[in-house]
């Protein structure tokens, strides 16, 4: 009895839907065909002009999503070309970004020519677009473009790479990236600071890698004067020889300074190419070692020295004194 009352309920209710199918249909294709003809109606009803093309909703949206297709087709040709093939050739890493990047750079400005030219927008008259991007340039975004400008300056000339070890104004650390309106320098505590292109056009920039990989850091180190000068200089060859990341070629060398106040002062220079990014960590290394050595054979570590003389005193504190 259930089954056949469940049978019932089901064909009733495809009887019903049938009908309203049958009956919904007819002006439902009616309702879509005006809701459609009013929606093209709104996207073609022209917005402003540019010169004397007509700009609507619709050049608007094709437009948008044509300059999204173009970035993201301009994005993936420059990944393709640094990480897929160019890694395949002798340029440096800074090198193969340089290229991608101009060249993702000509692919979208050629797309972006074609693809408007396609669209039926007259490219001769965004001369007054232009125009109005000028006035815009002169009230305030003269620091976007300036640092715009700078970052294709450094991409052609290349005074500053990815993976360089530079230093500009208090900033220290790798370059990682190198964007349309600033570089990213990454610090040895891992921190990204981002600096704005036109920085490396307008200050004094030092690139530690620029030649080579080959860094000499330079280790200042005070004896007493009872030393001998000779053994000095042997024991800071030995342990500058014995660390793993000194380059045996250029050799290491110590170089008398001076005769200090207190001590006999020498400088150890060692070359390095592992400890690039982290000299602090070398001299760090030595220093440790240097003391150890310097306790064995009785080298003394000075402090400061002064001669003090007394023209007058209290007499209470010359008793005491003398007390």
Known sequence: MSKMRKLSVGLVVSLLVALAVLVIIPHLGVVVADGWARIQHYLEVPLFDIGKQPLTTLTLVKILIFVAVLGFVSGSFKSFLEKRLLVHTSLEEGQRYALARITSYVVFVLGAVIGLESTGLDLSSLVVLGGALGLGVGLGLQT??????????????????????????????????????????????????????????????????????????NIPVGVAYNCSPAEVRDVMLRVAVGHPDVLSFPAPDVVFEEFGDSSLNFSLRVWTTSRVHMPKVLRSDIYFALFAEFGKLG??????QRDLHLRSIDPEAARALRG
């Open 144 to 217: 976007v473009v300036s640092n715009f400008v700078a970052g294709l300056i450094l991409l052609l000339e290349q005074p500053v790479r990815v993976g360089d070890r530079i230093e500009v104004g208090d900033t220290y650390g790798d370059v990682v990236a190198l964007k349309g309106r600033s570089t990213w320098i990454r610090t040895n505590d891992n921190v990204v600071i981002i600096v704005p292109n036109s920085n490396f056009i307008e200050q004094s920039v030092t690139n530690w890698t620029a030649n080579d990989r080959q860094v000499r850091v």
């Open 299 to 304: 080298i003394e570590i000075p402090f400061p």
